[in-house]
C-alpha cells in the first residue's frame, strides 16, 4: 500500500520561512515524479512545484520560483519542499503527489497524480 505523509507546516510570519516533507513508502517512484500542490479557502487546488525522482529536473509555479526549493532524497524515499521568504498569500493546505512515470504536459495537472498525502497545513502572517 502506498502511502505519502507530509509533516512540517505552520504557521510563520511573512519573511519567514519552512520546510515541508514527504515521505513515501509502499513502493519507489524511479521513473516517475512526485509534486507539491496547495489549495487555499475557496480555490482550486493549485501547482507549486515537481520533481523527477531520476536526475532530480525540477519545475516551479511562477508564484513560488526564487522562493520554493524542491528536492528528493532517494535513500530515504522523501521529498522537501523548503519555503523562504513566505507571504500571506502563500497560505494553504499543501499537498504532496506521487505519479510513478512523468509526462511533459501533465505534471501540472492535479488529476493527473495517483498517489496524494494527507496534506500539512501553512499559514503565513502579515
Known amino acids: 500500500q502506498v502511502q505519502l505523509v507530509e509533516s512540517g507546516g505552520g504557521l510563520v510570519q511573512a519573511g519567514g520561512s519552512l520546510r515541508l516533507s514527504c515521505a513515501v513508502s509502499?513502493?519507489?517512484?524511479?521513473?516517475?515524479?512526485m509534486a507539491w500542490f496547495r489549495q487555499a479557502p475557496g480555490k482550486e487546488r493549485e501547482f507549486v512545484a515537481a520533481?523527477?525522482?531520476?536526475?532530480?529536473?525540477?519545475n516551479y509555479a511562477d508564484s513560488v520560483k526564487g522562493r520554493f526549493s524542491i528536492s528528493r532524497d532517494s535513500a530515504k524515499n522523501t521529498v522537501t519542499l523548503q519555503m523562504n521568504s513566505l507571504k500571506p498569500e502563500d497560505t494553504a493546505l499543501y499537498y504532496c503527489?506521487?505519479?510513478?512515470?512523468?509526462?511533459?504536459?501533465?505534471?501540472?495537472?492535479?488529476?493527473?497524480?495517483?498517489?496524494w498525502g494527507q496534506g500539512t497545513q501553512v499559514t503565513v502572517s502579515s
Open positions: 503527489a506521487a505519479k510513478p512515470v512523468y509526462n511533459t504536459a501533465l505534471y501540472v495537472r492535479d488529476y493527473w497524480y495517483d498517489y
Open positions: 520533481i523527477r525522482w531520476s536526475g532530480g529536473s525540477t
Open positions: 509502499g513502493r519507489t517512484f524511479s521513473g516517475g515524479v
